[in-house]
């Protein structure tokens, strides 16, 4: 299973930006997805996450400004940023917890992580 993920960049202090992060491969199902974040010296940090049939949940500290949704049918997943702070700098991985053909487990698969700056 390969997750991409992309949508990241530079933006001013209250614009938004939106991330997407789509799993190929030999899919057989899909449970959880959703984006850590990793900021300059500190712990990753799990942002936000969807389950298959669309609970959601998000850290306290964006709360209002983000939104994920997810098209099961593509795989793929999108985290809506709206009013950004400089303090959601930070390089942003995708996560999803699948379950490939021909196995019986579910194991966690991570995208390569796209950065964004907010900054003025």
């Known amino acids: 299973v390969q997750l991409q993920a992309s949508g990241g960049g530079l933006v001013q202090p209250g614009g938004s930006l939106r991330l997407s992060c789509a799993a190929s491969?030999?899919?057989?199902?899909?449970?959880?997805m959703g984006w850590y974040r990793q900021a300059p010296g500190k712990q990753r940090e799990s942002v936000a996450t969807i389950a298959n049939a669309g609970s959601t949940f998000y850290v306290d500290s964006v709360k209002g400004r983000f939104t994920i949704s997810r098209d099961n049918a593509k795989n793929t997943i999108y985290l809506q940023m709206n009013s950004l702070k400089p303090e959601d700098t930070a390089v942003y991985y995708c996560?999803?917890?699948?379950?490939?053909?021909?196995?019986?487990?579910?194991?966690?698969?991570w995208g390569q992580g796209t950065l964004v700056t907010v900054s003025s």
């Open positions: 996560f999803a917890v699948a379950r490939q053909s021909g196995r019986n487990n579910y194991l966690n698969y």
């Open positions: 491969g030999s899919i057989f199902s899909i449970n959880d």
